[in-house]
């Protein structure tokens, strides 16, 4: 606001002016413009928000896949694909453990996200192709494939890390794990829903942490 020479401003008619611009932030709130809570998904149910690996585990990196499994074959590289739908609750929660085997074996594992939704199930795919070894019915689907193109793992359903960790170095050809492994949760995620679980965990762990001397 610009007054002009010798006026004084109005500390009252400021007041009421910012009044005025909360009372209508309420009222585009109320009305459906602002976030509402009922129309956000979460992690536990089977509602579409967006896509898992980046509501969920923070990671972008993963979708789309990088290398196709032709390619990661003839690179001698295995292949570990899930198969998932972006509104399947257990999808969503294997979403972070898939990231954290990526963080773990990028290197030596070649990862495939793999939306279901995209995958026309009449049609016959080669064994080359990653969408051959969906079996066209239930998400998630895990199926670990050497780098001949033999499926040593095919699983129907959500799996932890330690499950999916054991065949994984097995293939690899290491020594199982005589320790269980610390695992790390993304800082932050850009989903409301995500807000909920993982960055709602971290934000309440600097909430109760005692303040520094």
Not at 1 to 8: A, K, N, P, Q
Not at 36 to 50: C, K, L, R, Y
Request: proline share 8%; charged share 20%; with cysteine.
């Amino acid at each position: 606001m610009i007054f002009g020479v010798g006026t004084r401003p109005s500390w009252r008619r400021i007041g009421q002016r910012c009044i005025s611009v909360l009372i209508l932030v309420f009222l585009l709130c109320g009305f459906g413009m602002g976030p509402s809570q009922d129309a956000i998904a979460g992690i536990n149910d089977d509602e579409f928000d967006g896509n898992i690996f980046i509501l969920y585990a923070s990671n972008a990196a993963l979708v789309p896949p990088k290398v196709n499994l032709a390619t990661a074959m003839k690179k001698e590289m295995p292949t570990l694909i899930m198969f998932y739908s972006d509104d399947s609750q257990e999808c969503k929660q294997n979403a972070l453990v898939l990231t954290q085997l990526q963080s773990e074996y990028r290197r030596q594992l070649n990862f495939m996200p793999m939306m279901v939704d995209a995958i026309n199930t009449r049609r016959s795919y080669d064994p080359t192709d990653a969408r051959y070894y969906y079996n066209g019915q239930f998400v998630p689907q895990f199926v670990l494939v050497d780098a001949t193109g033999q499926a040593v793992l095919n699983h129907n359903g959500k799996m932890s890390f330690e499950e999916l960790d054991e065949p994984v170095r097995d293939l690899l050809g290491l020594e199982p794990r005589t320790e269980p492994l610390v695992l790390d949760r993304p800082l932050f995620s850009p989903s409301p829903s995500a807000d909920q679980t993982f960055f709602g965990e971290a934000l309440r762990g600097l909430q109760e942490a005692p303040p520094e001397p």
